[in-house]
Protein backbone atom coordinates (compact mmCIF):
# COMPACT_ATOMS: atom_id res chain seq x y z
CA UNK A 1 0.00 0.00 0.00
CA UNK A 2 1.53 3.34 -0.59
CA UNK A 3 2.30 6.29 1.32
CA UNK A 4 -1.03 8.25 0.45
CA UNK A 5 -3.74 4.85 0.94
CA UNK A 6 -1.84 4.58 4.69
CA UNK A 7 -2.52 8.16 5.03
CA UNK A 8 -6.28 7.99 4.28
CA UNK A 9 -6.47 5.36 6.75
CA UNK A 10 -4.60 6.99 9.31
CA UNK A 11 -6.80 10.30 8.36
CA UNK A 12 -9.66 8.31 9.09
CA UNK A 13 -8.55 7.21 12.46
CA UNK A 14 -8.10 10.11 13.51
CA UNK A 15 -11.24 11.82 12.46
CA UNK A 16 -13.24 8.77 14.38
CA UNK A 17 -10.74 8.88 17.72
CA UNK A 18 -11.03 12.80 17.74
CA UNK A 19 -14.78 12.10 17.66
CA UNK A 20 -15.14 13.94 14.20
CA UNK A 21 -16.88 10.92 13.34
CA UNK A 22 -18.11 9.68 16.66
CA UNK A 23 -20.25 6.35 17.12
CA UNK A 24 -23.54 6.62 17.96
CA UNK A 25 -25.66 5.33 21.20
CA UNK A 26 -28.82 3.14 20.96
CA UNK A 27 -30.83 6.54 21.48
CA UNK A 28 -28.36 8.70 18.67
CA UNK A 29 -30.22 11.93 18.84
CA UNK A 30 -28.50 12.62 22.42
CA UNK A 31 -24.73 12.89 21.00
CA UNK A 32 -26.65 16.52 20.27
CA UNK A 33 -28.25 17.04 23.43
CA UNK A 34 -25.63 15.61 26.20
CA UNK A 35 -24.89 18.45 27.88
CA UNK A 36 -28.18 19.99 27.66
CA UNK A 37 -31.14 20.19 30.09
CA UNK A 38 -34.18 21.03 28.18
CA UNK A 39 -36.78 18.88 26.99
CA UNK A 40 -37.62 18.30 22.97
CA UNK A 41 -40.93 17.83 21.18
CA UNK A 42 -41.02 14.34 19.25
CA UNK A 43 -41.13 16.18 16.37
CA UNK A 44 -37.61 18.13 17.50
CA UNK A 45 -36.26 14.27 18.77
CA UNK A 46 -37.52 12.83 15.56
CA UNK A 47 -35.23 15.14 13.67
CA UNK A 48 -32.24 15.02 15.64
CA UNK A 49 -32.41 10.84 15.26
CA UNK A 50 -32.88 11.62 11.55
CA UNK A 51 -30.02 13.20 11.51
CA UNK A 52 -27.85 10.85 13.44
CA UNK A 53 -28.75 7.99 11.51
CA UNK A 54 -27.55 10.32 8.83
CA UNK A 55 -24.14 10.55 10.44
CA UNK A 56 -24.19 6.80 11.06
CA UNK A 57 -24.68 6.18 7.59
CA UNK A 58 -22.15 8.65 6.61
CA UNK A 59 -19.60 7.05 8.76
CA UNK A 60 -20.27 3.71 6.38
CA UNK A 61 -19.63 5.64 3.47
CA UNK A 62 -16.69 6.95 4.28
CA UNK A 63 -15.33 3.56 5.07
CA UNK A 64 -16.24 2.24 1.95
CA UNK A 65 -15.27 5.00 -0.10
CA UNK A 66 -11.41 4.83 1.57
CA UNK A 67 -11.88 0.93 1.14
CA UNK A 68 -12.30 1.22 -2.45
CA UNK A 69 -9.34 4.04 -3.19
CA UNK A 70 -6.91 1.66 -1.18
CA UNK A 71 -7.63 -0.84 -3.83
CA UNK A 72 -6.80 1.53 -6.92
CA UNK A 73 -2.98 1.12 -8.35
CA UNK A 74 -0.47 3.62 -8.05
CA UNK A 75 -1.30 4.40 -11.46
CA UNK A 76 -4.92 5.32 -11.10
CA UNK A 77 -4.39 6.96 -8.12
CA UNK A 78 -1.04 9.27 -9.71
CA UNK A 79 -3.53 9.67 -13.66
CA UNK A 80 -6.64 10.44 -11.85
CA UNK A 81 -8.08 9.45 -14.82
CA UNK A 82 -9.75 6.13 -14.50
CA UNK A 83 -13.16 5.20 -14.22
CA UNK A 84 -12.33 3.62 -11.25
CA UNK A 85 -11.13 6.76 -9.45
CA UNK A 86 -13.73 9.11 -10.79
CA UNK A 87 -16.35 6.12 -9.50
CA UNK A 88 -14.56 6.14 -5.62
CA UNK A 89 -14.39 10.14 -6.17
CA UNK A 90 -18.11 10.50 -6.87
CA UNK A 91 -18.15 8.33 -3.72
CA UNK A 92 -16.62 10.40 -1.53
CA UNK A 93 -18.75 13.58 -2.39
CA UNK A 94 -21.61 11.89 -2.13
CA UNK A 95 -20.03 11.26 1.92
CA UNK A 96 -19.97 15.11 1.92
CA UNK A 97 -23.60 15.46 0.95
CA UNK A 98 -24.67 13.09 3.86
CA UNK A 99 -22.69 14.42 6.78
CA UNK A 100 -23.81 18.02 5.67
CA UNK A 101 -27.78 17.12 5.16
CA UNK A 102 -27.30 15.23 8.79
CA UNK A 103 -25.80 18.28 9.81
CA UNK A 104 -27.84 20.49 8.44
CA UNK A 105 -30.76 18.90 9.81
CA UNK A 106 -29.45 19.18 13.72
CA UNK A 107 -28.79 22.54 13.07
CA UNK A 108 -31.73 23.49 12.21
CA UNK A 109 -33.30 22.13 15.30
CA UNK A 110 -31.44 24.51 17.46
CA UNK A 111 -31.45 27.67 15.11
CA UNK A 112 -35.51 27.65 15.05
CA UNK A 113 -35.42 27.15 18.99
CA UNK A 114 -33.39 30.32 19.64
CA UNK A 115 -34.81 32.19 16.68
CA UNK A 116 -38.54 31.55 18.46
CA UNK A 117 -36.71 32.80 21.84
CA UNK A 118 -35.53 35.92 20.27
CA UNK A 119 -38.88 36.71 18.57
CA UNK A 120 -40.86 36.65 22.03
CA UNK A 121 -38.05 38.58 23.40
CA UNK A 122 -39.19 41.41 20.40
CA UNK A 123 -42.81 41.19 20.48
CA UNK A 124 -42.70 41.75 23.77
CA UNK A 125 -40.64 44.73 23.52
CA UNK A 126 -38.21 43.02 25.46
CA UNK A 127 -34.47 43.69 25.12
CA UNK A 128 -33.27 40.66 26.79
CA UNK A 129 -30.53 41.99 28.84
CA UNK A 130 -27.40 40.04 29.71
CA UNK A 131 -27.72 38.24 26.76
CA UNK A 132 -24.67 38.85 25.33
CA UNK A 133 -23.38 34.67 25.84
CA UNK A 134 -26.51 33.19 23.94
CA UNK A 135 -25.58 36.16 20.94
CA UNK A 136 -22.08 35.15 20.90
CA UNK A 137 -23.10 30.92 20.92
CA UNK A 138 -25.43 31.90 18.26
CA UNK A 139 -23.37 34.06 16.03
CA UNK A 140 -20.17 32.22 16.41
CA UNK A 141 -22.50 29.29 15.39
CA UNK A 142 -23.74 31.00 12.18
CA UNK A 143 -20.41 31.60 11.16
CA UNK A 144 -18.75 28.00 11.94
CA UNK A 145 -21.91 26.38 9.40
CA UNK A 146 -21.69 29.26 6.71
CA UNK A 147 -17.61 28.51 6.73
CA UNK A 148 -18.21 24.08 6.55
CA UNK A 149 -21.00 24.83 3.95
CA UNK A 150 -18.36 26.51 2.11
CA UNK A 151 -16.26 23.36 2.54
CA UNK A 152 -18.20 20.67 1.57
CA UNK A 153 -19.18 22.57 -1.89
CA UNK A 154 -15.34 22.86 -2.14
CA UNK A 155 -15.08 18.96 -1.85
CA UNK A 156 -16.93 18.85 -5.09
CA UNK A 157 -14.48 20.70 -6.31
CA UNK A 158 -11.44 18.89 -6.43
CA UNK A 159 -10.44 16.10 -8.76
CA UNK A 160 -7.89 14.61 -5.85
CA UNK A 161 -9.27 12.12 -3.46
CA UNK A 162 -7.00 13.35 -0.73
CA UNK A 163 -7.68 16.62 -1.06
CA UNK A 164 -11.43 16.06 -0.99
CA UNK A 165 -10.85 14.07 2.30
CA UNK A 166 -9.00 16.33 3.86
CA UNK A 167 -11.76 19.29 2.83
CA UNK A 168 -14.67 17.45 3.94
CA UNK A 169 -12.41 16.33 7.63
CA UNK A 170 -12.71 20.38 8.19
CA UNK A 171 -16.23 20.74 7.12
CA UNK A 172 -17.67 18.10 9.32
CA UNK A 173 -15.85 19.87 12.26
CA UNK A 174 -16.92 23.28 11.30
CA UNK A 175 -20.10 21.65 11.00
CA UNK A 176 -20.38 19.48 14.35
CA UNK A 177 -19.21 22.46 16.27
CA UNK A 178 -21.99 25.10 14.36
CA UNK A 179 -24.24 22.30 16.24
CA UNK A 180 -22.75 22.39 19.58
CA UNK A 181 -22.49 25.98 19.77
CA UNK A 182 -26.24 26.49 18.40
CA UNK A 183 -27.19 23.79 21.03
CA UNK A 184 -25.83 25.87 24.13
CA UNK A 185 -27.27 29.20 22.45
CA UNK A 186 -30.59 27.49 23.36
CA UNK A 187 -29.48 26.26 26.77
CA UNK A 188 -28.68 30.35 27.92
CA UNK A 189 -32.34 31.07 25.99
CA UNK A 190 -33.90 28.42 27.76
CA UNK A 191 -32.88 29.35 31.31
CA UNK A 192 -33.01 33.25 31.18
CA UNK A 193 -33.12 35.00 32.83
CA UNK A 194 -31.10 32.80 35.27
CA UNK A 195 -27.64 32.16 33.82
CA UNK A 196 -25.77 28.75 35.04
CA UNK A 197 -22.29 28.34 35.36
CA UNK A 198 -22.53 25.08 32.55
CA UNK A 199 -18.86 23.95 32.70
CA UNK A 200 -19.09 23.67 28.89
CA UNK A 201 -15.67 22.21 27.60
CA UNK A 202 -14.23 25.83 26.24
CA UNK A 203 -16.52 27.53 27.50
CA UNK A 204 -16.09 31.44 27.06
CA UNK A 205 -16.34 33.55 30.61
CA UNK A 206 -18.49 36.88 30.70
CA UNK A 207 -15.42 39.07 30.58
CA UNK A 208 -13.79 36.86 27.63
CA UNK A 209 -17.26 37.10 25.21
CA UNK A 210 -17.45 41.08 26.11
CA UNK A 211 -13.40 41.50 24.97
CA UNK A 212 -14.45 39.59 21.51
CA UNK A 213 -17.11 41.68 21.21
CA UNK A 214 -14.92 44.59 21.74
CA UNK A 215 -12.23 43.71 19.12
CA UNK A 216 -13.49 41.87 16.49
CA UNK A 217 -9.94 41.04 15.32
CA UNK A 218 -9.62 38.49 18.11
CA UNK A 219 -12.38 36.48 16.54
CA UNK A 220 -9.85 35.44 13.56
CA UNK A 221 -8.73 31.39 14.03
CA UNK A 222 -4.78 30.97 15.35
CA UNK A 223 -3.95 29.98 11.82
CA UNK A 224 -4.75 33.19 9.64
CA UNK A 225 -1.43 34.56 9.08
CA UNK A 226 -2.29 37.36 7.37
CA UNK A 227 -4.59 40.85 8.89
CA UNK A 228 -6.00 44.17 7.43
CA UNK A 229 -2.86 46.33 7.88
CA UNK A 230 -1.88 50.06 8.12
CA UNK A 231 -1.25 52.23 5.28
CA UNK A 232 2.44 52.62 6.72
CA UNK A 233 2.71 48.85 7.92
CA UNK A 234 3.57 45.26 5.67
CA UNK A 235 2.45 42.33 7.29
CA UNK A 236 4.48 40.29 9.48
CA UNK A 237 4.47 36.91 8.52
CA UNK A 238 7.83 35.48 9.34
CA UNK A 239 6.13 32.41 11.65
CA UNK A 240 4.19 31.61 8.40
CA UNK A 241 6.21 27.95 7.95
CA UNK A 242 4.11 26.27 5.22
CA UNK A 243 2.70 27.11 1.72
CA UNK A 244 -0.75 29.28 1.84
CA UNK A 245 -2.94 30.05 -1.37
CA UNK A 246 -4.87 33.14 -1.57
CA UNK A 247 -7.01 34.40 -4.08
CA UNK A 248 -6.10 38.28 -4.83
CA UNK A 249 -8.89 39.99 -6.33
CA UNK A 250 -7.19 43.68 -6.26
CA UNK A 251 -4.06 45.27 -6.19
CA UNK A 252 -3.54 49.40 -6.47
CA UNK A 253 -0.32 51.87 -5.56
CA UNK A 254 -2.97 53.53 -3.60
CA UNK A 255 -4.74 52.04 -0.85
CA UNK A 256 -8.68 51.08 -1.90
CA UNK A 257 -11.52 52.25 0.32
CA UNK A 258 -14.37 49.98 1.79
CA UNK A 259 -16.91 51.25 -0.34
CA UNK A 260 -15.02 50.67 -3.34
CA UNK A 261 -13.90 47.12 -2.28
CA UNK A 262 -17.74 46.00 -0.76
CA UNK A 263 -18.49 46.75 -4.33
CA UNK A 264 -15.67 44.52 -6.02
CA UNK A 265 -16.51 41.93 -3.35
CA UNK A 266 -19.55 41.30 -1.54
CA UNK A 267 -18.93 36.97 -0.60
CA UNK A 268 -18.46 37.92 3.23
CA UNK A 269 -15.06 36.44 3.58
CA UNK A 270 -12.65 38.41 5.30
CA UNK A 271 -10.66 41.19 2.79
CA UNK A 272 -6.83 41.12 4.00
CA UNK A 273 -4.44 43.89 3.03
CA UNK A 274 -0.69 42.55 2.33
CA UNK A 275 1.36 45.37 1.52
CA UNK A 276 4.62 44.17 -0.62
CA UNK A 277 6.69 46.18 -2.92
CA UNK A 278 4.77 49.42 -2.98
CA UNK A 279 1.69 47.98 -4.01
CA UNK A 280 -1.66 47.44 -1.66
CA UNK A 281 -3.09 44.00 -2.59
CA UNK A 282 -6.22 42.72 -1.73
CA UNK A 283 -6.78 38.78 -1.30
CA UNK A 284 -9.26 36.68 0.46
CA UNK A 285 -8.72 33.07 1.82
CA UNK A 286 -5.96 31.12 3.47
CA UNK A 287 -5.65 27.99 2.27
CA UNK A 288 -3.01 24.87 2.17
CA UNK A 289 -4.07 23.16 -1.51
CA UNK A 290 -4.37 25.23 -4.84
CA UNK A 291 -7.62 23.46 -5.44
CA UNK A 292 -8.97 25.17 -2.47
CA UNK A 293 -8.12 28.44 -3.17
CA UNK A 294 -9.09 28.20 -6.92
CA UNK A 295 -12.37 26.96 -5.91
CA UNK A 296 -12.66 30.63 -4.19
CA UNK A 297 -11.83 32.14 -7.43
CA UNK A 298 -14.66 30.66 -9.51
CA UNK A 299 -17.25 31.10 -6.76
CA UNK A 300 -15.64 35.43 -5.96
CA UNK A 301 -17.56 36.58 -9.20
CA UNK A 302 -14.46 39.33 -9.22
CA UNK A 303 -13.23 38.91 -12.95
CA UNK A 304 -9.59 39.86 -12.97
CA UNK A 305 -8.81 37.40 -9.32
CA UNK A 306 -6.45 35.15 -9.50
CA UNK A 307 -4.39 32.30 -7.09
CA UNK A 308 -1.54 33.50 -5.08
CA UNK A 309 1.14 31.71 -2.86
CA UNK A 310 2.96 32.15 -0.37
CA UNK A 311 5.89 30.77 1.84
CA UNK A 312 7.12 32.05 4.63
CA UNK A 313 5.50 35.08 4.49
CA UNK A 314 6.91 35.79 0.80
CA UNK A 315 4.72 35.65 -2.52
CA UNK A 316 6.48 32.80 -4.74
CA UNK A 317 5.11 31.54 -7.92
CA UNK A 318 1.76 29.67 -7.88
CA UNK A 319 3.19 26.22 -9.69
CA UNK A 320 6.22 26.39 -7.90
CA UNK A 321 3.72 26.29 -4.68
CA UNK A 322 1.58 23.25 -6.26
CA UNK A 323 5.18 21.53 -6.66
CA UNK A 324 6.34 21.81 -3.36
CA UNK A 325 2.81 20.88 -2.16
CA UNK A 326 2.80 17.95 -4.15
CA UNK A 327 6.13 16.92 -2.96
CA UNK A 328 5.15 17.60 0.71
CA UNK A 329 2.56 14.74 0.08
CA UNK A 330 4.20 12.26 -2.23
CA UNK A 331 2.27 12.88 -4.77
CA UNK A 332 6.08 13.95 -6.60
CA UNK A 333 9.31 12.62 -6.69
Not at 59 to 64: E, G, M, P, T
Not at 231 to 259: C, G, M, N, R, Y
Amino acid sequence: MNIMRKNTFVLSAILIVAGIFPALSQERYRQFTADLNISFTNREIKKLENAAVLLEEADALLNRANLSYSELSELEIKERMSVRYEDVLKMLFNVSGTYKEALGEAYSVFRSRSDDFWKKMDKANHRAAGMDKARYYENVSGKNMNRSLIRHAQVLESDRYEYSLKILEDAVKLGRLAVRDASRTVQICTDYPVEYNYGWEDDKTLEEIIALMRDPNINEPPEDIFATVKQDHAVDSSWLKEIIFKVQIAAHTEPLSEEYLTKLYNGGMRIDLIYEENWYKYSIGRYRSYDEAEATRRECNVSKAFVIAYQEGKKIGTQEAIDIYEKKLGLKN
